[in-house]
């Protein structure tokens, strides 16, 4: 079982940056695989990106590549979500979520565990 805190949404000006965490706790496993997704209103669930734990290798979706970063702190259980050069369309609840797995994926189906959510507004 693995749980999911995530943190560090917020209203930022077209441009700006924010920097999102998800601290994973419970029992945890080495081939244990971290994605991003983020949900507009009427919209749905798209993939963000996505990282493994112990090796480090990272999927981005087209639409976020140059601009987000994912990188992890073992030390902290801890993945981080970096989003520079944030648009409007950007707007949206963002979660991380987990498998045990040692492949990234970009199906949320793949994915039985899930954050809470945290929102992020991109607006003037």
């Known amino acids: 079982q693995v749980q999911l805190v995530e943190s560090g949404g917020g209203l930022v000006q077209p441009g700006g940056s924010l920097r999102l965490s998800c601290a994973a706790s419970?029992?945890?496993?080495?081939?244990?695989?971290v994605g991003w997704f983020r949900q507009a209103p009427g919209k749905e669930r798209e993939f963000v990106a996505a990282?493994?734990?112990?090796?480090?290798?990272?999927n981005y979706a087209d639409s976020v590549k140059g601009r987000f970063t994912s990188s992890r702190d073992n030390a902290k259980n801890t993945v981080y979500l970096q989003m520079n050069s944030l648009k409007p369309e950007d707007t949206a609840v963002y979660y991380c979520?987990?498998?045990?797995?040692?492949?990234?994926?970009?199906?949320?189906?793949?994915?039985?565990?899930w954050g809470q959510g945290t929102q992020v507004t991109v607006s003037s």
């Open positions: 990282i493994n734990w112990s090796g480090g290798r990272t």
């Open positions: 979520a987990a498998r045990n797995a040692v492949r990234t994926s970009t199906a949320s189906s793949e994915y039985p565990y």
């Open positions: 419970g029992r945890t496993f080495s081939n244990l695989n």
